[in-house]
């Protein structure tokens, strides 16, 4: 779960970066092959996860214009805001699971969680995936420091949060820079940080987030700005995405079970082993 300061332009913000990433994954989505190829590598990689469907590429009728794909049935996941608890954290869990199973075990992150991309089944409440478009390869040394910097959190380390930021691509960052940017990693690994149940976000109002978001801003326009790294915006996109349909669901889960079942036994050498084969099988 990363955080949105991208989304704060003027001078706390160098956004060059963001409009050449935003750019070149815009175009890859006009190109229904590759997200057939997309398609193919997440039903990969999620292959194990029971809670998680993906429908399968009809090849021969599939061309760079036109994607076509196998039915899944499903239901919008609006219909599951009002179940029991029960109900609701399943689905928030199935969600956590298929966007975060990629990202740590395989660097790849599908970052589109609009509410169209996505179904739940019927009966189990398991998870269908959609839409292929916008999906982001991460080299495995950035998810080592999206995971470090969890640790640096959690340890109040501010050494090892340089490393991480500096890790994803951040540069020439000051001390005070780094303070402010501790800020709102402080506020979005919060729920990871806790090891029990607990909803997304205890507060059940975006007024905190805002304001969070609103010092930051204030603060790093003070102190310079920062330039974030081009791969950032896709991974920030995703957290947001998902953070709102947790708030819909107003789930109740032990998300840092759920994440130190993913990174506990994570590294970088057998993560970039597994990327290159899934990405070679799926013809990327």
Same mark, same amino acid.
């Given at each position: =779960?990363?955080? +949105?300061?991208?989304?704060?332009?003027?001078?706390?913000?160098?956004?060059?970066?963001?409009?050449?990433?935003?750019? *070149?994954?815009?175009?890859?989505?006009?190109?229904?092959?590759?997200?057939?190829?997309?398609?193919?590598?997440? +039903?990969?990689?999620?292959?194990?996860?029971?809670? @998680?469907?993906?429908?399968?590429? #009809?090849?021969?009728?599939?061309?760079?214009?036109?994607?076509?794909?196998?039915?899944?049935?499903?239901?919008?996941?609006? &219909?599951?805001?009002?179940?029991?608890?029960?109900?609701?954290?399943?689905?928030?869990?199935?969600?956590?699971?298929?966007?975060?199973?990629?990202?740590?075990?395989?660097? #790849? $992150?599908?970052?589109?969680?609009?509410?169209?991309?996505?179904?739940?089944?019927? +009966?189990?409440?398991?998870?269908?995936?959609?839409?292929?478009?916008?999906?982001?390869?991460?080299?495995?040394?950035?998810?080592?420091?999206?995971?470090?910097?969890?640790?640096?959190?959690?340890?109040?380390?501010?050494? =090892?949060?340089?490393?991480?930021?500096?890790?994803?691509?951040? &540069?020439?960052? &000051?001390?005070?820079?780094?303070?402010?940017?501790?800020?709102?990693?402080?506020?979005?690994?919060?729920?990871?940080?806790?090891?029990?149940?607990?909803?997304?976000?205890?507060?059940?109002? +975006?007024?905190?987030?805002? *304001?969070?978001?609103?010092?930051?801003?204030? *603060?790093?326009?003070? @102190?310079?700005?920062?330039?974030?790294?081009?791969?950032?915006?896709?991974?920030?996109?995703?957290? $947001?995405?998902?953070?709102? #349909?947790?708030?819909?669901?107003?789930?109740?889960?032990?998300?840092?079970?759920?994440?130190?079942?993913?990174?506990?036994?994570?590294?970088?050498?057998?993560?970039?082993?597994?990327?290159? *084969?899934?990405?070679?099988?799926?013809?990327?």
């Amino acid at each position: =779960m990363i955080f +949105g300061i991208y989304a704060a332009y003027d001078r706390a913000i160098d956004t060059s970066n963001i409009h050449e990433e935003l750019t *070149e994954r815009l175009r890859e989505e006009l190109d229904y092959q590759r997200e057939g190829r997309h398609m193919a590598l997440y +039903g990969r990689m999620l292959a194990d996860e029971a809670g @998680v469907h993906v429908p399968d590429v #009809v090849s021969d009728l599939t061309t760079k214009r036109l994607l076509t794909m196998g039915w899944l049935d499903g239901e919008r996941i609006l &219909t599951r805001v009002e179940a029991p608890l029960e109900v609701r954290n399943q689905v928030a869990m199935n969600m956590f699971r298929a966007w975060y199973v990629p990202f740590y075990s395989y660097g #790849v $992150i599908h970052g589109d969680p609009h509410l169209g991309n996505y179904t739940v089944r019927p +009966g189990d409440h398991s998870i269908n995936l959609l839409d292929f478009g916008c999906i982001r390869v991460f080299p495995p040394h950035m998810v080592k420091g999206v995971i470090d910097l969890y640790h640096a959190i959690d340890r109040d380390d501010e050494e =090892m949060a340089v490393e991480a930021y500096g890790t994803w691509g951040f &540069t020439n960052l &000051t001390k005070e820079a780094v303070a402010v940017l501790n800020i709102w990693a402080r506020f979005i690994y919060a729920p990871l940080l806790e090891n029990r149940a607990r909803a997304i976000d205890e507060t059940n109002s +975006g007024t905190y987030g805002r *304001e969070v978001a609103e010092k930051v801003h204030a *603060e790093l326009k003070r @102190v310079g700005g920062v330039t974030p790294p081009r791969e950032f915006v896709l991974m920030d996109r995703a957290a $947001i995405g998902l953070g709102s #349909v947790f708030l819909h669901l107003k789930a109740e889960v032990n998300w840092h079970r759920l994440f130190h079942d993913l990174v506990e036994d994570f590294d970088v050498a057998t993560m970039a082993r597994r990327q290159a *084969e899934a990405l070679t099988a799926a013809g990327l």
